[in-house]
Nanobody, 127 residues
Framework: QVQLVDSGGELVQAGGSLRLSCAAS????????MAWFRQAPGKEREFVAA????????YYADSVKGRFTISRDNAKNTVDLQMSNLKPEDTAVYYC????????????????????WGQGTQVTVSS
């Protein structure tokens, strides 16, 4: 299994930028697809971005496309989410998640399809 620790969340003004990081330990990091999800108060957890095990393929929710960038460093066992032009509606707890690579199955976009989760990091965007 893998353990995930999220960090980097804080209070930021609208239009600002923030970089979230997720550090993984345990089983080989490169055998996992990685993703970021978020959950705003009173709302369900939603997909934000995902990256394939080798970093070649990335995917984004429409609401963050062009503003957020997901990246990973398999040598350092980290996955980052660079967020720019932040909006108040981006306010949420952000979670990184890991999905073990499976035969004939790639990156997924629903939270129940992920195997391991970080503890979450709060991002608050003020208007």
């Amino acid at each position: 299994q893998v353990q995930l620790v999220d960090s980097g969340g804080e209070l930021v003004q609208a239009g600002g930028s923030l970089r979230l990081s997720c550090a993984a330990s345990g089983r080989a990091f490169s055998t996992y697809h990685m993703a970021w999800f978020r959950q705003a108060p009173g709302k369900e957890r939603e997909f934000v971005a995902a990256i394939s095990w080798n970093g070649i393929n990335t995917y984004y929710a429409d609401s963050v496309k062009g503003r957020f960038t997901i990246s990973r460093d398999n040598a350092k066992n980290t996955v980052d989410l660079q967020m720019s032009n932040l909006k108040p509606e981006d306010t949420a707890v952000y979670y990184c998640a890991a999905r073990a690579v499976r035969p004939y199955s790639g990156v997924r976009f629903f939270d129940y399809e992920y195997d391991y989760w970080g503890q979450g990091t709060q991002v608050t965007v003020s208007s």
